[in-house]
T-cell receptor, first 111, second 114 residues
Framework: RKEVEQDPGPFNVPEGATVAFNCTYS??????FFWYRQDCRKEPKLLMS???SGNEDGRFTAQLNRASQYISLLIRDSKLSDSATYLC????????????FGAGTRLAVHP | DGGITQSPKYLFRKEGQNVTLSCEQN?????MYWYRQDPGQGLRLIYY???????QKGDIAEGYSVSREKKESFPLTVTSAQKNPTAFYLC?????????????FGQGTRLTVV
């Protein structure tokens, strides 16, 4: 089983749609969680951290369920510029700091 | 400006040659990482380090070597033992402790074997 698993997509949605991505992780010792965005042929960039209480940044909402080892990202009112690959990231803090990436979910927003 | 710099951006290597990819950061981060990304794939961890003169193998370390002689620098050598080295290589750094331990990436190096 992969340490971090994501639905690869692609998700093809019209502008204005709401879309949700899911991610599961296998190591219960994981302590920090993030969503990154990667545009084609570019480096990943931090979209948002994921906190236990859930957090929101504009049109983006991230949630964490530690009991189920599950992370989600919700994008409301999708824009064409949201088209990218979204990477789920888990950090195994303590001992050695190790960042593990999911394979990514591709989103394509069309007019 | 603080950041993480990788060089070169593009690199061509002949089969059987070793090449070294540079990664430098001035963010005062303790942890540094090297990832490999193949087309349409996710990031796979090659090596990581959280302190000078110490580093750990990731999931695909075979055919690669690293050093961490300075906190700011974490060069990656792709050796001739790496059978399929053509890929996009990404270096990242992060703080070790605190609430915000997210990683910051360099712009990457595209390595092509010719």
């Amino acid at each position: 089983r992969k340490e971090v698993e994501q639905d690869p997509g692609p998700f093809n949605v019209p502008e204005g749609a709401t879309v949700a991505f899911n991610c599961t992780y296998s190591n219960s010792a994981s302590q920090s969680f993030f969503w990154y965005r990667q545009d084609c042929r570019k480096e990943p960039k931090l979209l948002m951290s994921v906190y236990s209480s859930g957090n929101e940044d504009g049109r983006f909402t991230a949630q964490l369920n530690r009991a189920s080892q599950y992370i989600s990202l919700l994008i409301r009112d999708s824009k064409l510029s949201d088209s990218a690959t979204y990477l789920c990231v888990v950090n195994l803090l303590g001992g050695y700091n190790k960042l593990i990436f999911g394979a990514g979910t591709r989103l394509a927003v069309h007019p | 400006d603080g950041g993480i710099t990788q060089s070169p951006k593009y690199l061509f290597r002949k089969e059987g040659q070793n090449v070294t990819l540079s990664c430098e950061q001035n963010l005062n981060h303790d942890a540094m990482y090297w990832y490999r990304q193949d087309p349409g794939q996710g990031l796979r961890l090659i090596y990581y380090s959280q302190i000078v003169n110490d580093f750990q193998k990731g999931d695909i370390a075979e055919g690669y070597s690293v050093s961490r002689e300075k906190k700011e620098s974490f060069p990656l050598t792709v050796t001739s033992a790496q059978k399929n080295p053509t890929a996009f290589y990404l270096c990242a750094s992060s703080p070790l402790q605190g609430r915000n331990t997210e990683a910051f990436f360099g712009q990457g190096t595209r390595l092509t074997v010719v």
